[in-house]
């Protein structure tokens, strides 16, 4: 009996974890390229009033530009820093010495993308090209679980976030640039950003602007509930690589708001309500001063990552300082952990969870 109870009392814990972890939902929001210094530091004085990168400097000034960091950062990303930095837990500020960065060596979108969700580095991944990924990741972990099986969905702007995570072979529906929504249940709201998204030109020709991302994102949650999904956003990329300051600032600050609109609606819908970790992060950083507009191995600074973590579960420790390095890798191991799935990548090194 004795040993009846001890068996008992040692089972019921991990009974718990599990159902807990059964009953998790995540959304993850990866941001392509904003770097550290706007979500830290707000806009950046010279880029601000240099009149070849922003238009307007005058009004942009007057919108953007306080004497303080924690001013200007508040200006451009609200949600941040009046929710996700009271509630949850930032990582990143390298102010604070609170340090994220790339483990690949390229500091480029899809090895990011790559390194963020197989949880390694593979060096053979080198090139933005839309190419299967030959490695595991930690979403198709997810998809292969019982608890998650058919659930798991994602939606991105740029046409090569669906390759990082080779959803042929994963099974993981996934929807990007120009493609059409994939819910199972299209809400009239869905079907009328689908109309609009048919008629807009192709600004870019492999990447839509994030508004639809947003659109297709949020409809998909609401009508079809899946318990996992990606949601990746790429407006603030494609500004900083045509050296536009302004439409970049503008870029972070609508995803802010897109980013509570998929919080508060999740948070007013009961099969997301309480049972949600947000986390968001991004695939690389960018260079100092003039060469904000560039990243890649030679530009120095571009390995810089952050990430926020927001919802069940995560702790209010607010902005982070004096930690890490963290690697952008231990984002699989992040979500798995959230999951409470057991994910190895195929290099065979598990990672620590971040943050937790
Ligand atoms: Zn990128």
Request: net charge negative; charged share 25%.
């Amino acid at each position: 009996m004795k040993h009846l109870i001890v068996i008992i009392l040692s089972i019921v814990p991990l009974l718990l974890s599990a159902k807990g972890a059964s009953d998790t939902r995540l959304v993850v929001i990866t941001i392509d390229g904003l770097r550290w210094q706007e979500v830290f530091e707000g806009a950046e004085e010279t880029l601000l009033a240099d009149s070849k990168q922003t238009r307007d400097s005058e009004l942009y000034r007057q919108t953007y530009w306080r004497s303080t960091p924690e001013e200007r950062r508040q200006l451009l990303m609200p949600f941040v820093w009046n929710t996700i930095a009271k509630q949850g837990t930032l990582i990143g500020n390298r102010n604070l010495n609170s340090i994220m960065q790339l483990a690949n060596k390229t500091n480029i979108s899809y090895p990011g993308y790559s390194e963020m969700m197989t949880g390694m580095v593979d060096d053979a991944i080198k090139g933005n090209d839309p190419v299967n990924n030959p490695h595991r990741n930690v979403l198709e972990a997810a998809n292969a679980d019982a608890r998650y099986r058919g659930s798991v969905v994602m939606y991105g702007s740029w046409k090569s976030t669906r390759f990082a995570i080779h959803n042929e072979q994963a099974g993981i529906p996934a929807s990007v640039s120009y493609e059409k929504p994939i819910a199972k249940k299209p809400s009239p709201r869905i079907k009328l950003a689908e109309r609009m998204l048919e008629g807009m030109p192709h600004y870019w020709r492999s990447e839509h602007f994030d508004a639809f991302t947003y659109a297709f994102a949020l409809e998909t949650l609401l009508s079809d509930h899946p318990k996992v999904m990606w949601i990746s956003f790429g407006d603030c990329d494609e500004w900083a690589h045509a050296r536009k300051y302004d439409l970049y600032l503008d870029a972070a600050r609508g995803t802010d708001a897109f980013i509570r609109d998929i919080y508060e609606a999740c948070e007013a819908d009961k099969f997301y309500r309480g049972k949600t970790v947000y986390l968001i992060t991004c695939d690389h950083g960018r260079g100092f001063g003039n060469e904000w507009s560039s990243h890649g191995s030679s530009t120095k600074g571009s390995e810089a990552t952050w990430v926020m973590l927001l919802g069940k579960g995560i702790e209010a420790k607010g902005e982070t300082s004096e930690c890490g390095p963290y690697y952008t890798k231990q984002i699989a191991a992040t979500i798995a952990s959230i999951l409470g799935i057991d994910f190895t990548p195929d290099d065979g090194a598990k990672q620590q969870p971040i943050g937790m």
